[in-house]
Nanobody, 116 residues
Framework: QVQLVESGGGLVQPGGSLRLSCAVS??????????MGWYRQAPGKARELVAT???????NYKDSVKGRFTISRDNAEKMVALQMNGLKPEDTAVYYC????????WGQGTQVTVSS
């Protein structure tokens, strides 16, 4: 059974940084050929795409996070990271790791709160 476990969330002041990590338990082959991504869901809002990274390392970002967030992957460690800089209150949400992984799998989410 595929499992995705996020970590790294927390409370940060506006302008601060956080690094989210997602550890994936699956075969190295499945991870290597899967597109991975981060989504977020704020209270009362729909879940939205934040960033994705393909098997070849091509990245895609939500417009509002371009230039502030960076997604990366480590195929050897089967991990995906989201470096978030210049955080704003509107970035407050539960952040979810997602992977194609042969059928689509989600992590349990990690809370990010940006507040002074």
């Amino acid at each position: 059974q595929v499992q995705l476990v996020e970590s790294g969330g927390g409370l940060v002041q506006p302008g601060g940084s956080l690094r989210l990590s997602c550890a994936v338990s699956t075969s190295s082959w499945i991870f290597r050929i899967s597109t991975m991504g981060w989504y977020r869901q704020a209270p009362g809002k729909a879940r939205e795409l934040v960033a994705t990274i393909t098997t070849g390392g091509t990245t895609n970002y939500k417009d509002s996070v371009k230039g502030r967030f960076t997604i990366s992957r480590d195929n050897a460690e089967k991990m995906v990271a989201l470096q978030m800089n210049g955080l704003k209150p509107e970035d407050t949400a539960v952040y979810y790791c997602y992977g194609d992984l042969g059928g689509g799998s989600w992590g349990q989410g990690t809370q990010v709160t940006v507040s002074s």
